[in-house]
């Protein structure tokens, strides 16, 4: 069973950065499609960001793209989003997760079986 560990989130004025890590356990970390997702206060958990097992293939979320970067270190088992330019609608629980699935995408987020505990962001205006 992989763990998944979140760090990195804390609080960034608006136009602010901020860089989001994620640990992980276990082996063939490097076999598996990561992805970011975040929940703020009252709303479903979305999707940000996703990249593929080697890191070649990467996809955003329309509200993110431009601004974010995911981005992996299979060498150090830890995936990375890079949070620039803050937003306040950018203020979440910001989780990373793995595929259920080996050499898949991650395309939807009932592909995704394993997720960390969440790390806060808060982006002040």
């Known amino acids: 069973q992989v763990q998944l560990v979140e760090s990195g989130g804390g609080v960034a004025q608006a136009g602010g950065s901020l860089r989001l890590s994620c640990a992980a356990s276990g082996r063939f970390f490097n076999n598996f499609s990561m992805g970011w997702f975040r929940q703020a206060p009252g709303k479903e958990r979305e999707f940000v960001a996703r990249?593929?097992?080697?890191?070649?293939?990467?996809y955003y979320a329309d509200s993110v793209k431009g601004r974010f970067t995911i981005s992996r270190d299979n060498a150090k088992n830890t995936m990375y989003l890079q949070m620039d330019s803050l937003k306040p609608e950018d203020t979440a629980v910001y989780y990373c997760?793995?595929?259920?699935?080996?050499?898949?995408?991650?395309?939807?987020?009932?592909?995704?079986?394993?997720w960390g505990q969440g790390t806060q962001v808060t982006v002040s205006s």
């Open positions: 997760a793995r595929t259920r699935v080996a050499w898949i995408l991650g395309s939807g987020p009932d592909e995704y079986g394993s």
């Open positions: 990249i593929n097992w080697s890191g070649s293939l990467t």
